[in-house]
């Protein structure tokens, strides 16, 4: 894993789980750059996707990991930047897939569906997973609408 700088996002359904991803990840020497949301008070989540979708998407970080209730707000806010493939994962092997298959470069957890030993185990994988290329980078290099 070549990681060294994941910046990091959550609206307040996914504030629960964002302090143990952060923790995950300073401790495997992970730079975490916290974009928020820092409570439960309730937010717009695209206020706290944009900012990790930069970062991603000019290389101030290497990954990100979005969470919200479903997931799937972050995903698709996210996805609208250039750059991002931002995978909505609720278990290990998708997230591995999405690394594998998808070169997914954002994990988007949803929170009230996944336990945080659930959690911690799909950034896991999502980590320690490598894009494999191949046929999987010409379908890649479809994805973008430019």
């Not at 569906?113 to 896991?124: G, L, M, W």
Request: one cysteine or more; aromatic letters at 6%; charged letters at 20%.
């Amino acid at each position: 894993m070549n990681t060294k700088t994941i910046a990091i996002g959550c609206d307040h359904a996914g504030f629960p789980f964002k302090d143990l991803i952060k923790k995950l990840l300073i401790a495997k020497d992970i730079k975490v750059i916290d974009h928020g949301t820092n409570s439960l008070d309730s937010v717009d989540y695209p206020d706290f996707v944009h900012p990790v979708a930069n970062d991603v998407e000019n290389g101030t970080a290497d990954m990100g990991v979005l969470l919200c209730g479903s997931g799937n707000g972050v995903a698709i806010t996210a996805n609208k930047h250039q750059g991002v493939r931002a995978a909505l994962c609720w278990m290990e092997e998708i997230a591995a897939l999405a690394r594998q298959h998808n070169d997914a470069n954002i994990v988007c957890l949803p929170v009230r569906f996944t336990t945080p030993n659930q959690a911690e185990a799909i950034v896991n994988a999502f980590l320690r997973s490598e894009f494999e290329g191949g046929r999987h980078a010409t379908r890649v290099g479809k994805i973008a609408c430019v």
